[in-house]
């Protein structure tokens, strides 16, 4: 090496003033690496320990000719330099930070109430709200109890740049801003609705000043939203989370002093928000803007004007520096280079003469009341959480040293509250951190929660905290999880894909799949804390509660505020949603995987989800006096009802029992116990197995959307089933809970923190303390209050985004064809671009749903949650007092959280697997109970009709409620009674599910599996062994029928009346509705004229009578004459709502009934006693509807139902044509000979019986109704006459007289009287003397 290097490499080892052996990497050699290895003997003249403490202190020698010896006689510390040289150092900062900015606050503030605005406190004046707002934390947390409410701040400003922060408590409609005294405020006008004020709002996205205009981004809650004004430029500015939004407003007046603009709010009802004047430190500060609230200065010093918070940065950057010297975790994260910079660390006794000298001064700024809570928030919680390192490996020993050194010094008085501010200022940090990806996995609230956990393994500091008024709203906020919006999703997923995507460049697959995975990485730590710090609440024991009481009290606590979030017009101070789902979470993973999830082995063998064999639940938590549930409904009733009419016996208030297996058929059978099949939840490895290490992974259902192939499958997939695989995309991508990645206590040698462990239990103790039942119920609840909707969102999203990538391809396809004109393909790519933008937000949403939602542990808790709860609903069912107690959220939980598993993307398991492998119980709680009388809710009722109504929409699930044994015995009958006036459009869904593949047009070759044989099998059976309950239904089934289809007609025609307007959407989702629901109907009728003929051509003429009719009226309205010109016009409406409005589909079914009923024997192979063709020559004698069945004959089925076998028995219906005309001939000779007869009878009669036949009711007589048939029954006992068919058809919906509307109790055959002198009886309309 040549002597250059040398010297080189002497002095970079002089300068680093290192003594001992440092081992060099000389990189100037590009051939070799070059080691060399020097001992340097040090030529400082202080010594090792003298430089630690200069390093702690932050002295500097340069440019001091005599240097200050902390340290005499070699080990000895003097003390007094020390406090000399913090003296000497604070006073220089005092005087470098004194900045004079006391005439900015002269000259430009004015604080109502303080004749000095350096040290006036600013805050919501509470004298002049407009409207109902709620003030807290020293009227600085507002929350609006009334429809619209607003309220000015204390100060206002003229002149100068200020600033002030809102942090939203929710996200709906607010006016942040500024505004004169002369801005009125009323129920309707609030900030920005009036001149001279300026607002801002991020849920309608606009800016307000008299009138709105764009402004800005959507807002959620936790954002920073900062209100700047510059009076010197006459500009507002917005910010949010310290990004500017743009000027919002640049000709602001100048006000005169003490005349100008108040900091001013406007909020919607329950909307809330906390302010921040500069009594604490801007969470986002901005440049050049100072806060109305002037910061405080240190008093204590002699430096009276010097800032607090510099100096108090400066003392706790001396004692991080104390307290890390030689610590392991920040030399792992130094570079080779800083570890030869390395300071020895100083034994204990000199080390606590160094901290004390340096915790006295910070106890003096701490002590100060007015100054406490601002160095508390500016200089103490940064100072613990840089130490403690935002990420791992976390230094929790060096943050223990320094409590134990500071805390003790602060006196009882003063240690409460600081601890308390430590506590608040952490949980405000979880609220309020975003989620980056670049900072993934340690993102978003993690190293505000990782110290938090840390901090709560003290006894001192738990005790406070859970002793103190804000400990619900602190947990809340530790809980928070602060969401994205479409600007910060945008950040955090830059690179989207979806399957069949063709986009190019940055639409990458394997960019995507990185995406998810570090999203998935920062979720899961948060989450894990999250379980940590409830763990930190169960494990605490005082004297004074019971085991897990605290963390009990905190769950009743949060479902008595937000008891309410489930209506439609949520209650003010409710919980952020992310709490609910936080707290959901946590107990999710308690009872899936067990109190202690740590896999030490201390905890229970199997989590209580995962527990095999019998089961039981404690029927006392239905009917316990608890408030927290009292408010919500049960199926029975409320619950005040239900205790005074049914109260509950103590022997059935006892706990419910049942085997876990017995919900199956014995040759079926799944569950937890061994020897039995293992279902869905635990098909992995075992009930509640934990995965260990790096052992995570993605489900098939997103292989198959990041491949494309559902057949690939990695090297390192572990098996979830035989028929369901999935891979690992990284050793850090979560599929279940785990404490990888979880933040371990470091074990400290502080005195205090091994006294603080001994007040948490361990998990031995926990499992005997916590009753898991209870746990179950508030899961259930919180399910239903907080994350049902997330869900539903979820839903919404890939509902969307499946619409959208459907549109893309098919506007992809008009683009290349050949047939397009490059006008049609310019509107095309235009449109394109829309769906494009779409469909990347759509992703953007469904992604995050997905990783937040959706992980596998998740899902396998949800599922093992449905099989639970389904298997005690049915053991409940069968105690009638019992089950009416069951609150109606336990259905509403069960019945969504297992519709989001089947919605779920990626899927969980296939969809043939999902019910039959464990959710049987779930099958026949739905079928039995869709019209239980017992659940006086109809919602509810109509909820597992709608639930039902999917289900059979699917062949797997349908098949597993085919193998239903009640599903069997009960669900044919049920649907029939339960088509009524509230329930016939779920139960016709399903009907028309089931019944799918015998009509015309739909035969089975052509549809494939998708009927059901079986249930049309048991509804055939039904009908005959119950033919009153089959009467009814198919009275009800006319009813409705010839509702829809008269709606129908009426929307036409009112389309039509709009000429050539465009039709508003609205009118055209009706028609379409109405067209949707005849036609479903219709191929139900079609379906019992098919499988029971003999009920239309046997028996009473009523029934085909009214199945023509309604035939005659649907061709009607379709295919010819003025009504049949009206659809047409229909059809040609422009608008997605018509797409599906067709002759085909509405007249396909008639033509199914006609063929039907013109071919139908009975079971000897006879003829039936009525006929189809001469029942409709008998209800319309004209000639129209013979040319309506030609029209029928001669349409083009061969373009709609083009391959379908039932298109061969079109030849059929000519042969039905060519007999309905000589029905028509036949009637007509019928008509005339009648009328005939008539005429001779009357012409042989004298004056008398010309003139008085209608009175006396002679023979002939026509029925006042209908005028088709002769009078022929008479009504008791009021002795009104009709004809038999009219009054027949009347008494099926109504049991009173036509005329005088008394109770009929009997119709009896009407007889012609003997003479006109006799009476005999009335004529329909006469009243009896």
């Known amino acids: 090496m040549s002597a250059d290097g040398n010297s080189g490499r002497d002095r970079l080892l002089s300068r680093m003033g290192s003594s001992g052996l440092a081992v060099l990497l000389d990189s100037g050699s590009k051939e070799s690496l070059v080691t060399a290895a020097a001992c340097m003997v040090d030529e400082c003249t202080r ?66 109430g303080s004749s000095d605005p350096l040290s006036g406190v600013v805050r919501m004046d509470k004298g002049r709200p407009s409207g109902d707002i709620k003030l807290s934390k020293s009227s600085l947390l507002l929350e609006s109890q009334a429809i619209f409410s607003s309220a000015r701040a204390n100060a206002c400003v003229w002149r100068g740049k200020w600033m002030y922060e809102v942090t939203l408590g929710t996200a709906g409609i607010q006016q942040l801003g500024w ?115 002037a910061p405080p200065v240190d008093t204590s010093g002699t430096n009276k004007h010097g800032s607090v918070i510099v100096k108090a940065k400066y003392l706790f950057g001396c004692l991080q520096k104390l307290v890390q010297l030689g610590s392991p975790e ?307 009733g409320t619950y005040s009802y239900l205790t005074k009419t049914c109260p509950l016996s103590s022997i059935e208030c006892e706990e419910v029992e049942w085997e876990e297996s017995s919900m199956d058929k014995q040759e079926t059978r799944y569950g937890h116990d061994a020897g039995l099949k293992k279902p869905c939840c635990c098909m992995d490895g075992g009930a509640g197995s934990i995965d260990s290490g790096n052992g995570k992974a993605l489900s098939k259902g997103l292989e198959t959307r990041f491949s494309g192939s559902s057949n690939k499958v990695n090297e390192t997939t572990c098996p979830l089933s035989p028929t369901d695989a999935e891979r690992s995309y990284d050793g850090d991508m979560e599929s279940k809970a785990s404490s990888s990645g979880r933040v371990e206590p470091v074990t400290s040698t502080s005195s205090l923190l091994q006294k603080a462990k001994k007040v948490f239990k361990s998990v031995k103790e926990l499992s005997s303390a916590v009753r898991e039942e209870e746990l179950l119920d508030k899961m259930v609840l919180l399910y239903h209050l907080g994350v049902t909707q997330n869900f539903k969102q979820a839903s919404y999203h890939m509902q969307h985004q499946i619409q ?256 050539h307007r465009q039709v508003p959407e609205f009118q055209q989702r009706k028609c379409a509705i109405m067209f949707e629901l005849s036609c479903n109907l219709e191929r139900i009728l079609e379906f019992f004229t098919k499988e029971l003929p003999q009920v239309f051509l046997v028996g009473p003429e009523m029934n085909i009578i009214r199945l023509c009719e309604l035939v005659l009226f649907v061709l009607n309205h379709t295919t010819s004459n003025t009504a049949g010109e009206l659809f047409d016009s229909t059809i040609k409406q422009q608008g997605q709502s018509l797409e599906k409005v067709n002759r085909a589909t509405i007249l396909a079914p008639v033509v199914g009934i006609v063929l039907n009923l013109s071919a139908a024997t009975d079971p000897a192979g006879h003829r039936m006693e009525h006929d189809i063709a001469r029942s409709i020559a008998s209800v319309d004698v004209s000639s129209v509807a013979t040319r309506n069945f030609q029209y029928l004959f001669d349409y083009d089925w061969l373009s709609t139902f083009k391959g379908d076998p039932s298109l061969a028995r079109l030849s059929d219906l000519n042969i039905f044509i060519e007999k309905l005309k000589t029905e028509y001939a036949e009637a007509r000779k019928r008509a005339c000979k009648a009328e005939a007869e008539l005429i001779t009878r009357h012409s042989k009669g004298d004056d008398f019986e010309l003139g008085n036949a209608d009175k006396a009711g002679g023979g002939g007589e026509l029925c006042s109704i209908c005028y088709a048939c002769e009078e022929n029954a008479v009504f008791l006992p009021c002795k009104h006459r009709s004809c038999v068919r009219c009054v027949s058809r009347h008494l099926l919906n109504n049991q009173r007289c036509f005329f005088c509307n008394a109770a009929i109790c009997e119709v009896c055959p009407y007889e012609e009287p003997l003479s006109p002198l006799s009476g005999g009886g009335l004529k329909g309309g006469d009243v009896n003397s």
């Open 47 to 112: 010594s090792t320990l003298d430089r630690s403490i200069a390093f702690v202190l932050d002295y500097s020698s340069e440019g001091v000719e005599q240097q200050p010896r902390f340290v005499v006689d070699d080990s000895k510390i003097d003390s007094s330099s020390i406090q000399l040289h913090l003296q000497s150092r604070l006073a220089a900062l005092g005087s470098s930070s004194s900045t004079d900015v006391s005439a900015s606050y002269k000259d430009g503030v004015f604080i109502e």
């Open 179 to 293: 505004a004169t005294i002369s801005c009125p405020f009323t129920d309707s006008e609030g900030v920005g609705d009036a001149s001279d004020s300026y607002a801002y709002d991020g849920r309608r996205v606009k800016k307000w000043s008299g009138k709105s205009q764009t402004y800005g981004e959507p807002w959620v809650v936790g954002d920073v939203i900062g209100c700047c004004i510059d009076l010197e430029q006459g500009q507002i500015f917005f910010y949010r989370n310290g990004t500017s939004l743009g000027m919002a407003y640049d000709c602001v007046r100048r006000m005169e002093a003490k005349q100008g603009y108040y900091p001013a709010i406007s909020l919607s009802h329950g909307e809330r928000c906390e302010l921040n004047f500069g009594g604490r430190p801007f969470r986002y500060p901005i440049a050049g803007f100072l806060p109305l609230q």
């Open 330 to 636: 920040v030399a792992a994260a130094m570079a080779p280079a800083e570890r030869l910079r390395r300071f020895t660390p100083l034994p204990d006794e000199q080390f606590r003469v160094v901290g004390t000298e340096i915790c006295k001064i910070l106890c003096e700024l701490l002590q100060q009341s007015s100054k406490a809570e601002y160095v508390v928030w500016g200089a103490l919680v940064p100072f613990l959480t840089t130490t403690y390192r935002p990420g791992a490996p976390h230094d929790g020993h060096s943050v223990d040293r320094a409590l134990d050194l500071l805390m003790p010094m602060l006196g009882q008085t003063y240690f409460g509250t600081i601890v308390l501010q430590i506590i608040e200022c952490l949980a405000y940090g979880c609220r309020t951190s975003p989620l980056v990806l670049a900072d993934s996995p340690f993102s978003a609230s993690y190293s505000h929660l990782a110290l938090a956990c840390h901090l709560l393994q003290r006894d001192d500091f738990m005790v406070i905290w859970w002793k103190s008024d804000d400990f619900e709203s602190c947990l809340e906020g530790l809980l928070t999880r602060k969401g994205p919006n479409k600007c910060d999703l945008e950040s955090l997923i830059p690179t989207v894909w979806w399957p069949g995507s063709r986009e190019e460049h940055p639409f990458s697959e394997s960019n995507m799949r990185q995406i998810v995975i570090a999203l998935s990485r920062a979720i899961s730590r948060i989450e894990d804390l999250h379980f940590e710090l409830c763990n930190r609440l169960v494990a605490f024991d005082t004297k004074s509660n019971a085991t897990g009481s605290i963390f009990r009290t905190f769950l009743q606590h949060l479902v008595l505020k937000n008891r309410g979030a489930h209506r439609n017009m949520p209650p003010p101070g409710l919980s952020d949603n992310s709490v609910l789902v936080s707290v959901y979470t946590v107990l999710l993973r308690y009872l899936s995987e067990g109190l202690d999830s740590t896999g030490d082995g201390h905890g229970s063998c199997v989590p209580f989800l995962h527990k095999g064999g019998k089961r039981s639940f404690p029927v006392s938590l239905f009917v316990s006096s608890d408030p927290c549930l009292n408010d919500f409904a049960r199926l029975g």
């Open 804 to 1059: 959208l990538m459907a549109q893309l391809d098919e506007t992809d396809r008009q683009i290349r064809s050949d047939k397009t004109s490059s006008e049609q393909t310019k509107r095309l790519k235009e449109a394109r671009g829309i769906f494009k933008e779409d469909l990347i937000d759509y992703v953007r949403q469904c992604t995050w749903y997905r990783v937040c939602l959706l992980s596998k542990w998740k899902q396998r808790g949800m599922y093992a949650t449905c099989m639970w709860v389904a298997q005690l609903l049915v053991t409940i069912s069968k105690k009638d007092a019992c089950f009416s107690y069951v609150p109606e959220f336990y259905i509403e939980t069960l019945v969504d959280c297992f519709h989001a598993l089947r919605r779920s993307d990626p899927l969980y398991v296939p969809p043939s697997s999902l019910l039959q492998h464990g959710l049987s119980s779930f099958v026949t709680f739905l079928v039995t109970h869709f019209h239980d009388s017992r659940i006086v809710n109809a919602e509810i009722r109509d909820f597992l009709l709608q639930s039902i109504s999917v289900l059979v929409q699917f062949k797997e699930y349908l098949v597993a409620i085919e193998a239903c044994k009640a599903a069997e015995n009960t669900m044919a009958g049920a649907l029939l009674s339960a088509f009524d006036n509230r329930f016939w459009i779920p139960v016709s869904n399903i009907l028309l599910r089931l019944c799918k593949g015998s009509g015309f047009g739909t035969s089975k070759s052509s549809h494939g599996d998708s009927c059901s044989p079986f249930f049309q099998r048991l509804l055939r059976e039904k009908c005959l062994k119950d033919e009153k309950l089959f009467a009814s239904f198919l009275n009800r089934l006319f009813n409705t029928l010839n509702w829809t289809v008269s709606e129908f007609s009426v929307s036409i025609k009112e389309m039509h009346d709009h000429d």
